[in-house]
């Protein structure tokens, strides 16, 4: 009887330990096709800023203002005192501040 409720719990904890790896299979293989996603909303690095190509489709606004992309930029906004402390972005994307508010992706070929 002891035998059987040990390959009981064996074989449930083995299910168990199954189901966990393919979990995190499952996982990486999301995470790896979140990043192909997110790649792909990216805008090359040759574009001309301004232009439909020029647009970060992961955060709704031109690449090359992206400051969640390239934090590098901020200064140039806090300079412009066009900066968002509370949201951590300019207050010129700001839509949390400003809910009416429409960052539009220039049409193709501009």
């Not at 995470?31 to 792909?40: R, Y």
């Amino acid at each position: 009887m002891r035998f059987v409720v040990l390959a009981l719990v064996s074989s449930i904890t083995l299910a168990c330990s199954g189901s966990d790896a393919t979990t995190t299979k499952g996982s990486a293989s999301a995470k790896a096709e979140s990043s192909t996603t997110s790649a792909a909303a990216h805008a090359p690095k040759d574009v001309k800023p301004g232009s439909h190509e020029d647009w970060c489709g992961e955060h709704g606004v031109p690449e090359s203002q992206c400051t969640k992309c390239n934090p590098d930029l901020i200064p140039a906004f806090k300079a412009t005192k066009d900066w968002c402390e509370e949201h951590n972005l300019p207050e010129s994307q700001c839509t949390k501040c400003n809910p009416d508010l429409k960052i539009v992706r220039p049409p193709k070929g501009s």
